[in-house]
Nanobody
Framework: QVQLVESGGGLVQAGGSLRLSCVAS????????MGWFRQAPGKEREFVAA????????YYADSVKGRFTISRDNAKNTVYLQMNSLRPEDTAVYYC?????????????????WGQGTQVTVSS
């Protein structure tokens, strides 16, 4: 069993930055790939970024490539999402997720555990 707790969301102006954190409980964190997803009001949940168990492989949605960076610290059981040059269209609830697998994946069905989400609001 893995429990995930996100933090770091908030209200920021367009062009600003936020850093999301996700702390995981359980001993299997370091063997799992991790991902960030987001869901805006009235829209389906979508992939944002993923990182392999070692941190050696990362994937990003085209909409955030070059602006967001995913990283992890296995010693702290924590995954991060650094978000720069934020845009109003980045406004959403951001979810951290832990996958079945060690390889990074954008496939939502591969993710077994989910956090409760943290709200990110970008004002124009």
């Amino acid at each position: 069993q893995v429990q995930l707790v996100e933090s770091g969301g908030g209200l920021v102006q367009a062009g600003g930055s936020l850093r999301l954190s996700c702390v995981a409980s359980g001993r299997t964190f370091s063997t799992r790939s991790m991902g960030w997803f987001r869901q805006a009001p009235g829209k389906e949940r979508e992939f944002v970024a993923a990182i392999s168990w070692s941190g050696g492989t990362t994937y990003y949605a085209d909409s955030v490539k070059g602006r967001f960076t995913i990283s992890r610290d296995n010693a702290k059981n924590t995954v991060y999402l650094q978000m720069n040059s934020l845009r109003p269209e980045d406004t959403a609830v951001y979810y951290c997720a832990a996958a079945h697998y060690s390889s990074a994946t954008a496939t939502m069905l591969a993710y077994q555990y989910w956090g409760q989400g943290t709200q990110v609001t970008v004002s124009s």
